[in-house]
C-alpha cells in the first residue's frame, strides 16, 4: 500500500509568484485535504476534494486554489505569493469522512 | 467559534508518565484526534476518541469528555523518541464535510 506522497520537498518563491504543489492520494482514498501549517502553529484547513469537487473550504482568500484529478491526486494553487504564506503545506488523503493520512509536506519559503 | 487549547510546553523524564490536556469549543464534533508530530515532518495518527471514556493502545492512552470538551493523552514509560509535538484536533462537520480544527500543539521535551 503506497502511502501520501507530495512534491516538490521545498519550493522557494518570491512575492507576486504562483506556485502549484502537488499530492498523490493513498490506494483506495478519494478525498484530498489540504492545511497549511506556519512555524510553531497547527495546520490550518484549506479546503478538501471529494470526488473531484470542492467539498468544503477554511478561511483562505481565493487565490488559494485547487484541484482534483480522476486518480484522486491533486493540486494546490496559489497566486500572488505573500510573505506570509511561508509555510509547510499539508495534504491529507481519506476514504471519504474516515481517518485522514498526512504526507510529508512541501515547506513554501517566499523571499 | 472554534478554538482548541493546549499547552504550549512540556518536559519529562525518560521513563515518566506524561499527560497533555486539550480544551475545545467548536461548533459541532465528530470526534478527537491525537497526531505526533516530529521536527520537519508530517503528523502521525496516534489516536482517535469520538465516545466517552479511555482508548489505550500501548503506551499511549487518550481519554474524552464531550460534555465538558475535555481530552487528555497519556504517555507511559516515555523515550527519547517521544520528543516531539504533539497536536489535537476536532473532526468538525460543515456543509457536508469534515475537517479537522488543530491545536496549535505542545511541544514536549524528553529528558535522560
Known amino acids: 500500500e503506497t502511502g501520501v506522497t507530495q512534491s516538490p520537498t521545498h519550493l522557494i518563491k518570491t512575492r507576486g509568484q504562483q506556485v502549484t504543489l502537488r499530492c498523490s492520494s493513498q490506494?483506495?482514498?478519494?478525498?484530498v485535504s489540504w492545511y497549511q501549517q506556519a512555524l510553531g502553529q497547527g495546520p490550518q484547513f484549506i479546503f478538501q476534494?471529494?470526488?473531484?469537487?470542492?467539498?468544503g473550504r477554511g478561511n483562505f482568500p481565493p487565490r488559494f486554489s485547487g484541484l482534483q484529478f480522476p486518480n484522486y491526486s491533486s493540486e494546490l494553487n496559489v497566486n500572488a505569493l505573500e510573505l506570509d504564506d511561508s509555510a509547510l503545506y499539508l495534504c491529507?488523503?481519506?476514504?471519504?469522512?474516515?481517518?485522514?493520512?498526512f504526507g510529508p509536506g512541501t515547506r513554501l519559503t517566499v523571499t | 467559534g472554534q478554538n482548541i487549547d493546549q499547552p504550549t510546553e512540556m518536559t519529562a523524564t525518560e521513563g515518566a508518565i506524561v499527560q497533555i490536556n486539550c480544551t475545545y469549543q467548536?461548533?459541532?464534533?465528530?470526534?478527537l484526534f491525537w497526531y505526533q508530530q516530529h521536527a520537519g515532518e508530517a503528523p502521525t495518527f496516534l489516536s482517535y476518541?469520538?465516545?466517552?471514556g479511555l482508548e489505550e493502545k500501548g503506551r499511549f492512552s487518550s481519554f474524552l469528555s464531550r460534555s465538558k470538551g475535555y481530552s487528555y493523552l497519556l504517555l507511559k514509560e516515555l523515550q527519547m523518541k517521544d520528543s516531539a509535538s504533539y497536536l489535537c484536533?476536532?473532526?468538525?462537520?460543515?456543509?457536508?464535510?469534515?475537517?479537522?480544527?488543530f491545536g496549535a500543539g505542545t511541544r514536549l521535551a524528553v529528558h535522560p
Open positions: 484536533a476536532v473532526r468538525a462537520p460543515g456543509g457536508g464535510y469534515n475537517k479537522l480544527i
Open positions: 476518541n469520538v465516545l466517552d
Open positions: 490506494s483506495g482514498h478519494n478525498t
Open positions: 467548536t461548533s459541532g464534533f465528530n470526534g
Open positions: 476534494y471529494y470526488r473531484e469537487e470542492e467539498n
Open positions: 491529507a488523503s481519506s476514504l471519504g469522512s474516515l481517518e485522514q493520512y
